[in-house]
């Protein structure tokens, strides 16, 4: 009869599935952990929100509305000042979102990477739980016919007999 093979160990438990993405725990932050970077990644995540886009366009409006009637005379027509605004709010917000491109790309890809490490772990386990199944089945098949085998010998022995 042939040996059994060793068994496959299949790590599991909570968060075992997570060890693949441990060494990548430093890229959590796109800007850094210091305060600048959390709130640096707070002010681009916020840019493409509903309500950032509702809050600006209302200040807009207001803006254009009080100096246009000439309520206050901060900014007149052309609004040359609100231009200057946009501009200065887009010096800022493009190299941010840049930044922040660049660092998910990164992110993306050691996650990508830690998930295929991961997905190849678990086709090992299963490739061997596979061939311990079938090496399992092999033994059962050879076990069946040797108590086959026996049988047809007993069988043989109490016919003759009697």
């Known amino acids: 009869m042939s040996q059994m093979p060793a068994p496959v160990a299949v790590v599991e438990g909570p968060g075992v599935h997570m060890r693949f993405l441990e060494p990548h725990g430093h890229l959590g932050s796109t800007f850094g952990d210091d305060p600048f970077g959390r709130f640096a990644e707070k002010f681009a995540r916020a840019f493409g929100t509903p309500k950032f886009l509702a809050a600006q366009t209302g200040l807009v409006l207001v803006w254009l509305v009080l100096n246009a009637a000439a309520v206050v005379h901060f900014d007149p027509y052309p609004f040359i000042l609100l231009n200057l605004a946009f501009s200065t709010q887009a010096a800022y917000a493009a190299p941010m979102i840049l930044l922040a491109q660049t660092r998910q790309s990164e992110r993306d890809r050691h996650w990508t990477e830690a998930d295929a490490r991961h997905r190849e772990d678990i086709s090992a386990a ?3 739980l596979l061939n311990q ?6 033994e059962v098949h050879d076990l069946t016919k040797q108590i086959e085998t026996l049988t047809r010998e007993v069988h043989g022995r109490i016919v003759t007999k009697g």
């Open 133 to 138: 199944n079938t090496e399992l089945t092999r």
């Open 126 to 128: 299963i490739l061997g």
